[in-house]
């Protein structure tokens, strides 16, 4: 994964030229233009689950969308720094509560932004549309394809918008990508695609419990570490697949328009095996309609690859690099030109886009992305959570069409619940399309 400064430079040129003036950079200008949902007004909001991925929802909504009215979380701590988010976004401060339902029964909210532990997510997502809210429901969908099938069961019988929390799906570079190069055929056919999201730790955190007689108990959690750690464990988590894989999974079947027929995997506990039950090592294969495949490692030994999806098609290679990041390879040979500049690409190589095009925040799955039109000033950078935020509340509003609704969710989870599948019964494991 290694590339000169030289090659670096050339590759962002390469993916700049090729989507310079195109229709794919005139559609990132009416994106980051979009306005606020006017008809009806704000959306009222209210958030469950204030943990750092619902911190990073309720940090990006934009005031001329979303109104946010009440919070709530089983964990005061993170109620308390949920405040500290609406401080610094000049947010007026809004109820707390433990309770969801006393929540939707008291406070006056249109739309309930979901981001709890994934085992609950079709538990309040289904609890929120059945009392008529709108949902945005953090990714994966839930923990299993019957609970998946229910949410979206819970959508069609109350006519409310349900939104998957993919971040991808609203990344300008993304959407650049699919349209100006996977899309209109600069890769050519596409094999194979390889994706990686290496890390190096445990995934466990440390926190204090919010009071000396806290009870996690009350909530289905056994002890605090289970609350804190819910990641770590197969009652409540999926594991790497499910917080790490099935975001990439899910851009894979976006570029490629198709979802997995079939999985073969394997994994285990190699490098933690105390105090965690889900694997910190997972190698799998995805086969695609076609004879496309796509392969994905997820460790937790070494870093040094960080994460990226690589597309490597008959005419070229692009590589999206931690969502904030791309290079488009020429491949060599008999191939048709592309009318791109050229540079040898060896085993591994690593995207890296202008600084125009990224975007840094604590979030990894955050990162701001914005592409200048050919000859215009730099965009200014916005969150691609920030777009989905809007976007949500267009859905509400003015009927704006989501980009990753419950039948695309639905694909990348089961993708990535049969992985485990697969890994667990050291089987090939068919996938159902539908």
């Known amino acids: 994964m290694n590339l000169t400064p030289e090659q670096i430079e050339l590759g962002r040129r390469n993916f700049l030229k090729v989507l310079a003036g195109t229709p794919a950079v005139a559609a990132l200008g009416a994106a980051a233009a979009l306005r606020g949902p006017a008809p009806g007004g704000r959306v009222r909001l209210a958030f469950i689950g204030l943990g750092s991925q619902g911190r990073a929802q309720l940090t990006n909504v934009d005031p001329d969308y979303g109104d946010v009215r009440a919070i709530c979380d089983i964990n005061p701590a993170q109620l308390k720094l ?6 610094r ?30 085992w609950s997510h079709a538990e309040l997502a289904i609890g929120c549309l059945d009392a008529g809210k709108h949902v945005l429901c953090e990714k994966m969908m839930a923990w299993d394809v019957e609970s998946c099938e ?16 993919y971040q991808r799906n609203h990344n300008p570079m993304y959407q650049a990508a699919h349209e100006g190069i996977v899309k209109a055929g600069v890769l050519g056919d596409i094999y194979h695609v390889r994706l990686a999201w290496h890390r190096n730790g445990s995934w466990r955190r440390k926190a204090e419990l919010p009071s000396p007689d806290y009870d996690p108990s009350a909530f289905g959690y056994p002890t605090f570490d289970h609350l804190i750690n819910w990641r770590l464990y197969w009652k409540y988590s999926q594991g790497l697949m499910a917080e790490l894989g099935s975001h990439q999974v899910n851009a894979v079947n976006w570029f490629l328009g198709s979802a997995p027929e079939a999985v073969i995997a394997s994994g285990g506990l190699y490098r933690f095996p105390e105090n965690r039950e889900v694997f910190d090592h997972v190698f799998v294969n995805f086969e695609y ?5 796509a392969s994905f490692s997820s460790i937790e030994s070494n870093a040094f690859d960080e994460y990226y999806e690589m597309y490597m098609g008959t005419k070229g290679t ?18 048709r030109q592309t009318g791109i500049e050229v540079t040898p690409a060896g085993p591994g190589a690593v995207a890296q886009s202008s600084e125009t095009m ?4 604590n979030q990894a799955t955050n990162r701001a992305e914005t592409l200048p039109a050919a000859g215009a000033a730099p965009a200014a950078r916005s969150s691609a959570t920030r777009l989905q935020m809007r976007r949500f509340c267009s859905a509400i509003r003015v009927g704006t069409p989501l980009l990753c609704g419950p039948d695309k969710a639905m694909a990348s989870a089961r993708a990535c619940i049969g992985a485990n599948e697969a890994i667990k019964t050291r089987a090939r494991v068919i996938l159902r399309t539908t």
């Open 82 to 87: 949920a405040d500290g988010v609406l401080a």
């Open 89 to 118: 976004n000049s947010m007026p401060p809004v109820r707390h509560y433990a309770d969801w339902r006393e929540m939707l029964q008291k406070e006056d909210v249109e739309a309930v932004i979901v981001a709890p532990p994934l």
């Open 150 to 165: 229910r949410m979206r069961a819970a959508a069609l019988r109350n006519d409310r918008v349900l939104e998957i929390g």
């Open 289 to 293: 309609p076609g004879g496309r495949t």
């Open 318 to 335: 692009l590589i999206m690099l931690a969502e904030r990041e791309a290079l488009l390879f020429q491949e060599g040979g008999g191939g």
């Open 358 to 361: 990224a975007g840094n925040t």
